[in-house]
Each structure stands twice: as C-alpha cells, then as structure tokens.
C-alpha cells in the first residue's frame, strides 16, 4: 500500500479585504516544495501581498497522493451503509480529539452493538497509533482513548 | 507562525455505501504520506472499518501578521486577473484580490506590466509556479481588473 504523491504541490493563499471579506488564490509548486513559511510559497505569498490591498491572513500547502494499488475492501455484516464509529481521545492539552470513521465493521463492536472497548484488539491499536503518532490541532500529544461508540445520523429531511 | 500540527484527510472507500473522509493530525513538517505514523494509523482505522483507503491529503498552514489597506467598497471586491502560459503554451488563470490602485494604466482597466510590483509578481510566478500537471508557467503576458460587483437592481417605476 504505497501512496504516490501528485507532481505538483497545491499553494493557497488565503486574503482578507478590510471589510472582512476572504479569498483565496491557488498555485501550484514543485511537490518538494511544500514549506508554507519558505520557498516558492512564501515567495508566492510575498508577490501577492505586493500587489494586493488585502491582507495576506495565511499561507496553506496541500500535497495529494493516491494509492494505485487499493485493492478491495472487506465485506462482512453491515446492518447500515450510513451508520459511522465515533471515537473521542484525550490529549496533554485537555482537548478531546474526536474521529469519525465510516462502514463501521460490527465485529469490533461490544455485544449491545453500540460501543467500543479498548480491550478489542483492533481498537486497542488505532489507540496505540493515535498515541504514539497522533495530535491534537495544536500540537498537544493524544494521551489515551476516552470512548467510542456507533452513531447512527439522522435520515430526516429538511431539518 | 508555522502549523503546530500537519493534518491528514484520508478518503475511504467501503463495501458498501458511499466514500468518507477521516480527518487527524500528526507532528508538523511531514510530506510523505507513507510516513510510517500516518500508515500506523491508516492501518488501525483500516481493522475497524469495511473499507480501503484510496487518497491521503496533507496540510500545512502558515499564519502572517499584517492588516488590508482601506479601498473603496465598490472596487475592493474586483480581482487582478492574469493570464499565464506554461512551457506547453496552455493558457492558465491567476486571479488576486482587492489589486492596488498603482498598478493600473491610466484606463484603471489594463495592469501596468513594468510595474515594480507587478514585475516582482511574474518573476515568483515564473520562478516558482506549475501548472497542476507540473509544467513550469513561462509568461504572464497580460493582465486586467476583473470586475466583481453586483448589479444595482432598478427600482419599480411608480
């Protein structure tokens, strides 16, 4: 399962007009060139910063890959397409990360169908990735995972 | 201030019912997304799901400090409009927002291309950006206001 990375790596430098209006312009730069804060996308930013009466608020670099190779995925008992795995982590911070995950695999549900445990094999090691490789959006380190259960969201139509 | 964090989308494919999205973060400064922590963790969510990873997306964000310049507010929502051509001569479009009044010719329509600014703006053009198919953008021959008003509505005849 490698992923290969796309030639080119997306720039998007994100405006805000002094009436609070934001835009954004896209580039496109070599994939190794991927550093917001140097090289091509700092010089970018620059450039545009130079001829705009708006102020440049951020850079952001995208880089996109695709694994060629995906194979199939698994199939097993679903008892519905829609429904998803939430899973909350606590983090050095206090923050609580949450992941939502689709087509939840049933085998790794408790027996009422509903929640996670951590004494399920598969989940006890989506929590040792998250601990070890996972963070919070600003930076703070995942320390364990809280809970987890199935949630099926609503169908209901023009709520 | 540089990302604090680098976040992974990862878009997932299931058996059955429709693609998904899982979104995380890792440590800053990663750009291969088979880095060995995101794959750890793609793997886990692999176990827990019916479904195939197809895509991994990375992200970084570096935040600047600075403040607009007042303009008016029928012409702040205008764009710089640029068109520029790769070494395969295809045509692409760079559109900046709420241009200076500076670099506009005496029409306040046509960009001034010896513009100091606007000279500095296609040289990191040209130094630095690619079309999406990774073909080095040559020359930005011309550029123009794009207008990005609304129309003004007409009052019913009374």
Known sequence: MAFVLEPTAEVLIHC????????????FVVNTDADPAAGGPAALAAAVQG????????????????????????????????????FEFGSTDGSIVKMQIGAPNETHLEPDHLRYSVSDIAVLALETAMKSFGKTAEGAAITHFQTGYRRRPSRRKGK | MASLATRVTVVFDPQWG??????????????????????????AINALTRAIALTIELSQVDAIAGSPVMSADYISEDKAAFKA?????????????????????????????????????????????????????TTIPVGFRAENRKKLKSAPQI
């Open chain 2, 18 to 43: 429709p693609q998904f999205a899982v979104r995380f973060h890792v440590a800053p400064g990663i750009i291969d997304p088979n880095n060995a922590g995101i794959q750890a963790i793609v793997t």
């Open chain 1, 16 to 27: 805000q007009d002094y009436n609070g209006a934001r835009s954004s312009v896209r580039f």
């Open chain 1, 51 to 86: 001829i705009s009466a708006d102020a440049v608020t951020s850079v952001e670099t995208l880089l996109h890959s695709v694994d060629p190779l995906p194979g199939s995925p698994t199939d097993g008992p679903y008892s519905r397409g829609a429904d998803k795995g939430l």
């Open chain 2, 85 to 137: 051509l790769d070494g395969d001569g295809q045509a692409h479009n760079y559109r900046i927002p709420g241009p200076t009044a500076a670099i506009f010719l005496a029409n306040k329509e046509t960009i001034d291309m010896t513009n100091l600014d606007v000279v500095a703006f296609v040289a990191a053009v040209t130094a630095n950006a690619l079309g999406r198919g990774g073909v080095p953008i």
